[in-house]
């Protein structure tokens, strides 16, 4: 008789230890949840409800909790009605497949459209039926306008008339844009890792690289009119300016040059100086005259 007691004592120690621990697991993650910049929901599938929602899910998609947990299928009027299709295609593969990463907007009760980043995978049960979705999501709008400056960065330097290049602190060429081999002349895989000094005229190498090599010391821009040489031998006449980019530290991590070709104007001005009557009538000829 004892010994049963003692048995049964036991066992509601170790049942209470088990909910205290229980407990202390559910406290230390609301913890977490509530300090989690992303949103965090539970679905149960058998039943089509929304068992669980962190604080976060306002913050990332505008509505209440409670919205959510009166009307699962609420998450469809929240979605951008342009992305509703992908989203519920996605989420069915993601339940076929057991795992979803899908990006798409939403609206808020104020008119606003945010970008949110979502990740959802499957819970099953002993016998694999799919029982319920975890569903995380972040907002990530401003991600994407970032991705958006970047993208049109990226097309200005490409479109760019201008040469543009990119050296590193070592004074290598790590990268240059279409303009700079239609100017030059030198494909990208000519120049790249090689100091931009054999683009210089040979005969102005020595002049240029000094005040190059001072202005980038001090971390300070550059900017003049330099003879530069094309890869078949030609000489070019470019405005060559080249700027310090800087981190988040203030420290210089690389620099940009660009490189203009002022060739034209350069040959056109020489004209003008040598032989000012034609360059006088070349004016004439090309000015249109102004209405009395």
């Known amino acids: 008789m004892g010994r049963d007691v003692t048995e049964r004592e036991q066992h509601l120690q170790q049942l209470k230890d088990a909910r205290t621990a229980l407990a202390d697991y559910r406290h230390h993650l609301d913890r977490l949840l509530k300090t989690m910049p992303n949103a965090v929901m539970v679905f149960s599938l058998p039943d089509q409800q929304l068992i669980f929602a962190s604080t976060m899910v306002p913050r990332v998609f505008g509505h209440p909790v409670q919205r959510f947990l009166d009307a699962p299928q609420f998450f469809r009027q929240v ?9 519920m295609a996605a989420m069915q593969r993601g339940i076929a497949d057991g795992f979803v ?9 104020d008119g606003r459209v945010r970008w949110v980043a979502r990740r959802a995978w499957v819970t099953y049960d002993d016998a694999h039926r799919p029982v319920q979705v975890n569903d995380y999501a972040c907002d990530i709008t401003d991600h994407k306008a970032a991705e ?14 201008d040469a543009i290049v990119i050296i590193n602190l070592q004074l290598e060429i790590v ?15 000519d120049v790249l890792g090689k100091n931009p000094v054999l683009l210089l005229d040979p005969a102005a190498k020595l002049e240029a690289l000094q005040e190059l090599h001072v202005k980038l010391a001090e971390g300070q821009p550059f900017t003049g ?5 094309r890869k078949d031998g030609s000489l070019l006449a470019v405005e060559w300016s080249t700027s310090p980019i800087r981190d988040e530290q203030d420290v210089i991590t690389h620099f940009v040059t660009t490189l203009r070709d002022v060739t034209a104007s350069k040959y056109a001005a020489s004209t003008c100086a040598t032989r000012p009557t034609s360059c006088s009538r070349f004016q004439t000829r090309s000015s249109p005259r102004m209405p009395a």
Request: net charge negative.
């Open 175 to 189: 990268c240059v844009n279409p303009a700079f081999t239609r100017i030059s002349g030198y494909p990208a895989e």
């Open 225 to 229: 009119e330099l003879q530069t040489q």
């Open 79 to 87: 979605a951008h009605p342009e992305d509703l299709p992908r989203v």
């Open 101 to 109: 990463e899908v990006e798409h907007r939403v609206v808020h009760p």
């Open 148 to 161: 958006n400056t970047l993208r049109l960065l990226r097309a200005a330097v490409h479109h760019s008339t």
